[in-house]
């Protein structure tokens, strides 16, 4: 999402990241330590510190504005995460069945995240959001989903991602029958409810290590798994969404793109804070390494394509 999200600024649009997982990745990769502390700060403007005064019954969200990516060639913003985010699942959970009756206490908990990134959205005049969740199934992206239009799935050529894929499918149907159940109940007009049902956009196979011998392009244990993805994607998440919720494409498969294992290069991306095809020799790469990093940016070419058609259809 890092480097999706740079190059959707490049090329013009502005761009807001989400960053809702509690591990804060995302975070680490695009501010320093003092302004990751500033985020945090009582003053600041992280996630956790949105939504503090819901999580401590005192209030509804807070309001700061993202932080905007000083070092992008373009207009980019964060929201940036905290670990503290944390707190706010167990709210989500103790509040979600009074929700789905139509208690307005229990459904301003619920629609925090999707009423703050309606905010932030407007403030920096974004023309897309990008919300980074973590690897699990439980309440915080729960509710960072229902405020989605799409939503795309990175998987790996392993057993995992797989089987992965059959408990996200039974997920997505039932938080989208009991989204359905909130807004039905909700009689008042003083909250704007997320859909609840964001579309399938296809999934990113990730990680896998590579071999240039091959019409896959990755190496024989990964090409195992890998095979099975595109059936398990099929009909663990499309067969049970339904195609209604689903974007079709052409070639009727769902794969966006391919990021495949970039072994050294991360760190040295991760400590200039820059995108992979942005460091060059100041920041520490040598000889054939900055060919590889320069040339890196085509991996993420076809996703970000395939979301500037989507925005284009909106």
């Not at 925090?112 to 905010?119: E, S």
């Not at 990008?130 to 392993?158: E, H, K, Q």
């Not at 059936?231 to 663990?236: D, F, K, L, Y």
């Not at 995108?275 to 320069?294: N, V």
Request: glycine share 8%.
């Amino acid at each position: 999402m890092f480097h999706v999200s740079h190059i959707l600024s490049e090329r013009g649009h502005n761009v807001l990241m989400v960053d809702c997982d509690t591990q804060g990745n995302l975070t680490n990769y695009c501010l320093t330590d003092t302004d990751i502390e500033k985020a945090w700060s009582d003053d600041g403007n992280s996630m956790f510190r949105i939504v503090e005064p819901i999580i401590r019954g005192t209030g509804d969200i807070l309001t700061p504005t993202p932080t905007r990516i000083t070092n992008a060639k373009g207009n980019l913003f964060l929201t940036p995460g905290d670990l503290r985010l944390s707190d706010f699942e167990d709210r989500l959970g103790d509040t979600w069945n009074s929700a789905r009756g139509g208690d307005e206490a229990s459904l301003r908990v619920q629609s925090a995240i999707h009423r703050y990134i309606k905010f932030a959205a407007d403030a920096v005049n974004a023309d897309i959001v990008m919300i980074d969740m973590g690897p699990n199934l439980g309440a915080l992206n729960r509710s960072a989903l229902a405020s989605s239009d799409y939503f795309m799935t990175p998987v790996a050529p392993d057993l995992f991602s797989i089987q992965g894929t059959e408990n996200l499918g039974n997920k997505l149907v039932a938080w989208r029958e009991q989204w359905q159940q909130c807004k039905d109940n909700w009689k008042g007009n003083s909250l704007e409810l997320p859909k609840g049902a964001p579309n399938f956009l296809g999934y990113v196979l990730q990680m896998h290590n590579t071999r240039s011998t091959n019409a896959s392009g990755m190496t024989a244990g990964w090409r195992i798994y890998n095979d099975r993805l595109e059936s398990a994607i099929a009909s663990n998440i499309v067969g049970k969404i339904g195609e209604e919720q689903t974007v079709i494409w052409e070639d009727g498969k769902h794969l966006l793109g391919k990021i495949p294992n970039l072994h050294s290069l991360v760190p040295y991306s991760q400590e200039a804070r820059k995108p992979i095809f942005h460091c060059t020799g100041s920041d520490g790469l040598r000889g054939a390494h900055q060919t590889k990093a320069k040339d890196s940016i085509n991996l993420f070419t076809d996703i970000v394509e395939t979301i500037e058609n989507v925005m284009k259809q909106e």
